[in-house]
């Protein structure tokens, strides 16, 4: 895809999960892989409703502002998966509404965020690590993705928002939709008693569709 053409989905998938709820006034960020190996990077301080393809931050392929806006402060969380995931051709973070509540409840299994209750969260996201509280623009967040040597899709910061790598932009977006859409739904069933995926039903889909998955 070209460089044209990258800046005009960013800013037309941005809108969609604006206008979805998904992410509010100047919160979230998105970048994505140019054919040259740089990176294309919402710029700090903008609203996914509003970003304009013209002055999204240009880095190049030696991690160097070379063009456009401010980048958003989040870079760190950006660049740790990037670094530790050879596919990820797109990051994407949120601070969506149910997803944030979920991870705020006592009971969350950190290593398992999401409840297996439908295979479409396993297929895209694998199991979402839950990290702990950190304050914006930590590059601790940053430290902690690289912490996970690579080996989660997403992961979901506790009182803050997912964020979610895929091997491009649409994925990525996708992704991040089926992990708010799961939050709501394990929040919805919350006191009732649902019938989650067994183990055979999880090893089914992760044998399927190629799914990162580890026990």
């Known amino acids: 895809m070209s460089e ?28 994505a892989r140019t ?13 996914f409703g509003r970003l304009d393809p013209a002055r999204l931050s240009k880095f ?9 806006d401010r980048p958003t402060k ?3 969380l950006h660049t740790a998966f990037y670094d530790t995931r050879s596919t990820a051709g797109a990051v994407v973070h949120l601070h969506s509404c149910h997803s944030v509540a979920l991870s705020m409840l006592p009971d969350v299994d950190p290593e398992n965020f999401l409840p297996p209750l439908t295979p479409y969260a396993i297929m895209q996201l694998g199991r979402v690590k839950l990290l702990p509280v950190f304050v914006p623009g930590d590059p601790a967040m940053g430290e902690a993705v690289r912490g996970l ?3 989660r899709s997403a992961v979901m910061l506790a009182n ?3 964020v979610v790598a895929a091997k491009d932009v649409e994925a990525a977006c ?12 394990t929040l919805l069933l919350r006191g ?15 044998s399927k569709f190629d799914v990162e998955w580890d026990e």
């Open 192 to 206: 009732e008693q649902p019938i989650p995926l067994n183990k055979e039903q999880i090893h089914a889909v992760v």
């Open 160 to 162: 803050h928002g997912p």
């Open 149 to 151: 040597a690579g080996k």
């Open 74 to 76: 989040e870079m760190p």
């Open 35 to 47: 054919e040259d190996g740089g990176l294309l990077v919402s710029p700090t301080g903008t609203s």
């Open 4 to 31: 044209a053409a990258l800046r005009e989905q960013m800013c037309l998938l941005a809108r969609s999960l604006f206008e979805l709820g998904l992410t509010h006034g100047s919160t979230g960020n998105i970048s």
């Open 174 to 185: 996708n992704a991040i939709e089926e992990l708010e859409a799961t939050a709501r739904l």
């Open 60 to 68: 190049n392929d030696k991690g160097k502002h070379i063009e456009g």
